[in-house]
């Protein structure tokens, strides 16, 4: 009888790895069946079709539309395009160290910013200059898309370092213009991932991180090492913006604020390469200085790991507004023909064991779109001090920051080039700045603004408008227009475009935009993050907990987390 059992057993088992060789086997058919229709159906276009066909767009197409199916991180980086890829990594290229854009009144690419000791900057390049030819090749856009236009610019600038070329452009004056021409060499280009750091309060540091390229923890140390040595007791350490990168570059800063041989990230994937267990490999700089974070919805993938991580470990208050939610990690795949593929491989795991990844890429909708888990779905997660975290959704801060709104208005003012036109003119009547915190945008420098607006015939899409709009149609379709049409007309009559309402109405926001634009232009990026923290109501929660060291190891305890849900803080 137990022989009986034995062998059952034995052909019940033998029957199961049947079934999982028969769904593999039908797998594999599935994917060679395709595979083969795909490249007949190729090559039935590519023999019959009427005009003769674009063999790498349309095969282009099907890659994308491929990975269109999959999720915004997974990419195809042909030959030509790797470069960027590796920029992006590593944050260095051959160039001129300038960021440039397409200018639409001049239906040319405009330079951005030249980078602060880089060799743009160093000839003499100013924000606001139009490229006219680089090296005797005339920059212009003729039937391409202006994207297009772009990257051939920006191809034609960068290069071997040490190669030399002359730059031509058009430097827009108050009522004149005038071009000049500039000999540079190009040499590698290193952005900057920390561009400010200094002293905010008395006795608290302050450390802006950009970007997770490569060694940037290098950088982030030697700032910290100096912040401590000008006599920071606190640190605040700024990820808004900072949409991620290098995985090793996160777990070295974290490893500055937490004990060696701390398990910092888990990865899980489908293969046993994408699983691993990253841990703290150094001695830390400093275990026990106060730490502040401050994080927003720009605040992703290694920003999360690190603010993440500090918050599970209970090293850090986390401050702002919720992070982006980006829980995968890619690996880089090599393709032939010198191709790329950028393939998410894994979801990763912070301390306490939660993944904040907010999108499911998995369970599209009909219509392709995708949607946040919400917050009634994510689970419960435990720090190591016991306070509750969950997963899903990103990052939550401890000291919840209400980020305000951008005003349609500013949109359209900065989409306009309206703004960028304005820092251009006002550069030129004020040669030189004294310094960030001297510079101050008067109300005679405003209603200038105002004029140029004006001059403009500026005409922007008002939200409330276009839905007063198609209020009226749905309610004269329905019936009710005849017995509500005197609350239209009154309504309408209050909504009514007044461009001098809206500039004096939002005045403070445009200023915000204005300064940042025009500080950009004398001090680089080091000037704009100066410029941001002059109002700034995380910087002044992140100093305000910092200070009061009570309320600090309260926030971090177990019983702080529950008065702080007690009373809704």
């Known amino acids: 009888?137990?022989?009986?059992?034995?062998?059952?057993?034995?052909?019940?088992?033998?029957?199961?790895?049947?079934?999982?060789?028969?769904?593999?086997?039908?797998?594999?058919?599935?994917?060679?069946?395709?595979?083969?229709?795909?490249?007949?159906?190729?090559?039935?276009?590519?023999?019959?079709?009427?005009?003769?066909?674009?063999?790498?767009?349309?095969?282009?197409?099907?890659?994308?539309?491929?990975?269109?199916?999959?999720?915004?991180?997974?990419?195809?980086?042909?030959?030509?395009?790797?470069?960027?890829?590796?920029?992006?990594?590593?944050?260095?290229?051959?160039?001129?160290?300038?960021?440039?854009?397409?200018?639409?009144?001049?239906?040319?690419?405009?330079?951005?910013?030249?980078?602060?000791?880089?060799?743009?900057?160093?000839?003499?390049?100013?924000?606001g200059d139009i490229i006219l030819s680089v090296g005797g090749k005339e920059m212009v856009r003729d039937d391409m898309k202006p994207q297009d236009f772009l990257e051939k610019v920006s191809q034609a600038l960068r290069g071997e370092p040490g190669t030399s070329f002359i730059l031509k452009v058009m430097r827009p004056l108050k009522n004149d213009s005038t071009v000049l021409e500039f000999k540079i060499t190009r040499k590698n280009i290193r952005t900057n991932p920390v561009p400010y750091y200094g002293m905010v309060r008395d006795s608290v540091g302050y450390l802006a991180l950009s970007s997770f390229t490569e060694n940037c923890a290098k950088d982030f140390k030697k700032a910290f090492i100096e912040l401590k040595q000008r006599g920071a007791k606190s640190l605040i350490v700024d990820l808004r913006g900072n949409g991620g990168g290098s995985l090793a570059e996160a777990i070295d800063i974290v490893n500055f604020f937490v004990p060696k041989g701390r398990e910092i990230v888990v990865t899980k994937g489908k293969l046993r390469q994408a699983q691993g267990s990253y841990k703290t490999q150094n001695e830390p700089i400093d275990t026990q200085i106060p730490l502040a974070v401050l994080v927003d919805g720009g605040s992703a993938s290694a920003s999360e790991i690190v603010s993440g991580s500090l918050q599970d470990l209970d090293r850090a208050v986390i401050v702002g507004t919720r992070t982006y939610g980006k829980g995968l990690v890619q690996t880089i795949r090599p393709l032939p023909y010198n191709g790329t593929l950028k393939v998410t491989t894994s979801k990763y795991y912070i301390p306490s064991g939660r993944c904040i990844q907010a999108i499911d890429y998995a369970k599209k909708n009909a219509d392709g779109s995708v949607a946040r888990i919400p917050d009634s779905l994510t689970h419960v997660f435990y720090t190591a001090a016991g306070r509750e975290v969950r997963d899903g959704g990103g990052i939550r801060p401890d000291i919840e920051v209400k980020s305000d709104r951008i005003p349609n208005i500013v949109f359209y003012l900065i989409n306009e080039d309206i703004i960028f036109d304005y820092a251009t003119q006002y550069c030129w009547e004020h040669p030189s700045l004294d310094s960030v915190d001297a510079f101050v945008l008067t109300d005679e420098d405003y209603d200038m603004f105002k004029e140029l607006v004006k001059s403009r015939n500026f005409i922007y899409d008002r939200q409330s408008e276009k839905m007063l709009k198609s209020l009226k149609e749905i309610a004269e379709f329905e019936g009710y227009m005849e017995g509500a049409s005197e609350e239209f007309k009154a309504l309408e009559k209050k909504l009514n475009h007044n461009l001098d309402r809206d500039l004096d109405y939002f005045s403070k926001q445009i200023k915000t935009y204005i300064a940042q634009e025009i500080v950009t232009r004398y001090f680089y990026q080091r000037g704009a993050v100066m410029e941001r923290l002059k109002d700034d109501e995380d910087l002044e929660k992140a100093v305000e907990v910092l200070n009061d060291r009570p309320r600090y190891r309260e926030i971090l305890s177990v019983q702080g987390a529950k008065d702080s849900l007690a009373v809704g803080k």
């Open 1 to 127: 009888m137990k022989a009986r059992k034995v062998w059952i057993g034995a052909l019940v088992a033998l029957v199961g790895l049947g079934i999982i060789s028969f769904k593999e086997d039908d797998r594999n058919f599935q994917i060679s069946k395709n595979l083969d229709l795909f490249n007949s159906i190729f090559k039935e276009l590519d023999m019959f079709y009427v005009d003769t066909i674009d063999a790498e767009k349309i095969i282009q197409n099907g890659v994308n539309g491929m990975l269109a199916l999959t999720d915004p991180y997974t990419e195809y980086y042909p030959e030509e395009e790797v470069s960027s890829l590796k920029e992006m990594t590593t944050g260095k290229y051959g160039g001129i160290g300038a960021a440039i854009r397409y200018y639409e009144a001049k239906d040319r690419i405009a330079v951005v910013e030249p980078t602060e000791g880089m060799p743009a900057a160093e000839v003499g390049v100013k924000a």
